[in-house]
């Protein structure tokens, strides 16, 4: 465990960032062209272990003044430090500046800000991790890291491992928040304790399987492509590429394209007009069943003589849940985390106190019925 250490660093010193020696360490990222590039807030996180401090007291001391905002305005944008936009720039630019480094742009999303139009719910609200990934970088003794891909909302599982990500940890049956300031990759906020544990993995597979796999592959070849130097697709190019591709695919019959990516006939419309761009899973959906690679896609530089029409069945495309639903599925794996690793049983009070839950006994009646009496 880390103990809380400020920075042993004279105020002259720190003041004085003209030098060419870089301020923090000049820490190499993991990963970059690769599909498990890093993500930026585990280089901030790996960043602070290499100066033996708490991500906290790195950020409170050497990055949010030079932000030029609060901690409480960092922490407010915790959600914005591997994605696109301002925020991110800013903190790019300032821990190169502190690194002198000049690639931690390729641990965000900022190069595919266009595969985005919505612009939130990008990553998941909770830290998710591959339990087996951790214990074999520990195996081996490799840098513990969190994989950007890893927080990419679509992503539930491992490519590699084909197990489901975790998101409850398994010593103190927490959810943590995606980023905090006791964040250290592989180990959880709350309890401190490492991630990398032995318990049931749950295998993905059937449809789900084969939705993970499409999803994570070409989320993976988008990452692996974070540092390439050829331009990206403008907006209004998007809205042309679709109806290009309609015309390949169904000969630009609205009904029917809408039926071979399972959307309305409304939708497509839209996006044929240049009134909406399709949002990331349908861009990718768009892709798969016309056989172009998203990141050709994204990169405007598709095949449009190869663009085919696959017919995925319907039954492919996975109803996406939504914000209730991934909420009752989380307390649900606090909840059998509880029951697994707490003798005696903990009381409905105490769960609700800890869920800041009320409803547990009415929406988990099996569960609840394993509490103590309260
Ligand atoms: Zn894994
Ligand atoms: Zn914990």
């Not at 059937?206 to 403008?234: C, D, F, P, W, Y």
């Not at 495309?317 to 991934?326: D, F, M, Q, T």
């Not at 009381?347 to 547990?360: G, H, P, Q, V, W």
Request: charged residues 30%; hydrophobic residues 35%.
């Amino acid at each position: 465990m880390i103990k809380i250490q400020h920075l042993i660093i004279s105020k002259n010193n720190r003041e004085n960032s003209s030098s060419t020696r870089s301020r923090l360490f000049n820490i190499e990222p993991i990963g970059i062209g690769t599909s498990s590039v890093e993500s930026l807030r585990s280089y901030i996180g790996r960043l602070a272990i290499g100066h033996t401090v708490r991500v906290g007291d790195l950020l409170k001391y050497e990055i949010v003044e030079k932000l030029g905002i609060t901690e409480y305005e960092f922490y407010s944008n915790r959600s914005q430090i591997n994605k696109f936009g301002p925020f991110t720039e800013n903190l790019v630019s300032v821990l190169e500046e502190l690194t002198k480094r000049t690639d931690l742009g390729y641990l965000t999303l900022r190069k595919w800000k266009n595969a985005f139009p919505n612009r939130n719910g990008i990553f998941h609200q909770h830290l998710k991790w591959c339990t087996k990934c951790l214990m074999e970088l520990r195996d081996n003794n490799q840098d513990i890291y969190e994989p950007l891909i890893w927080t990419i909302y679509c992503i539930n599982m491992c490519p590699k491992h084909k197990i489901e990500l975790s998101s409850v940890c398994p010593h103190c049956c927490k959810s943590p928040k995606s980023f905090s300031p006791r964040y250290r990759p592989g180990y959880c906020p709350h309890c401190e304790k490492w991630l990398g544990e032995e318990i049931p993995f749950k295998e993905i597979v059937g449809i789900e399987l084969e939705r993970q796999l499409m999803l994570s592959n070409a989320v993976g070849e988008l990452l692996s492509h974070n540092n390439v130097q050829s331009k990206t697709i403008e907006k209004e190019d998007i809205t042309v590429s679709i109806i290009r591709i309609m015309e390949k695919a169904t000969k630009g019959n609205n009904k029917e394209f809408a039926e071979l990516i399972n959307k309305s006939r409304d939708l497509i419309w839209l996006w044929k007009n240049g009134k909406r761009y399709p949002e990331f899973e349908s861009l990718i959906d768009i892709c798969e069943a016309t056989n172009i690679k998203v990141v050709d896609f994204l990169l405007n530089r598709i095949e449009y003589s190869s663009v085919e029409n696959k017919k995925i069945p319907h039954k492919k495309i996975l109803r996406k849940k939504s914000a209730v639903e991934r909420d009752y599925v989380q307390i649900e794996k606090q909840l059998e985390c509880s029951f697994l690793n707490e003798y005696p049983p903990p009381s409905l009070a105490e769960l609700k106190k800890r869920l800041n839950y009320n409803k547990i006994r009415e929406k988990f009646p099996l569960l609840s019925g394993m509490s103590t009496l309260n």
